[in-house]
């Protein structure tokens, strides 16, 4: 018996032990492998010779860093208010039980089933001025129709977040249904009785209850909108130009392209810092919330 008490005691431990193994040496291991070459003097192969802060220097020198931190901007900001706007949205709708709710939600999750590869791919297509849709109004007769977007070094960045909407909102709406689908009918028949318009339902009671489904779409948003790099090669390349340079694409231009792996292993460590500082208070406060 103590010997059978024992398997059943580490075998889930044997079982996982693998999976842990690989975890520890192919994400954290790389981790710290590419925190020592932020440091390094390597350029096309990696190095070890240390030269301390240098490599962080020069990349907030670079004027291709302050154009990638600027697009991430406007691209995350776009990105985690639109999606949210648009699932909340569709999510109070869905959640009035309006006739056809169970075509309409895979209709609006569907995007989220295709790789941002796809996504970029079909989207490229769709904006392109010879085959896309400003040829296709013209060829209606509307010949005075324009939209260039893609082409525009000043508004390519907004095909990007078009792009990350059209995949990720229906995403945001199931997250905030979930959280509309658990909230206790009799706090809403209370306040329905007690008079509150359903402008001030949503308000003041609904809304204000859905804190941890907004904190989930804003952490599960940022973290997708930082380490963008996919939908940005397949929609744009980073064109025209630098127009839609983001971090994960100057890392990966820094390291394979130009050679100098010092310098793009350090803007992943900052891209790592950020993501860092948006899941770690997200977890803390769930913990919290768990222990209280």
Known sequence: MPYRAKLQDWLPRLVLSPSVALIAIFVYGFILYTSYLSFSDSRMLPSYGLVGFANYERLFGLRHWETALTNLAIFGILYIVICTVIGLTLAILLDRKIRGEGILRPIYLYPMA?????????????????????????????????FRWIKDRDMAIYTVVIAAVWQSSGFVMAMFLAGLRGIDGEIMRAAQIDGASNFNLYRRIIIPMLRPAFLSAFVVLAHLAIKSYDLVIALTNGGPGRATELPATFMYSYTFSRNQMGVGASSAIIMLIMIASIIVPYLYSELKEKKA
Not at 124 to 141: A, R, S, Y
């Open 114 to 146: 295709l790789s941002f590869i796809v996504t970029g791919t079909a989207w490229k297509w769709f904006l392109d001025p010879g085959i896309g849709l400003e040829n296709v109004v013209q060829t209606w007769g509307w010949t005075d129709f324009s």
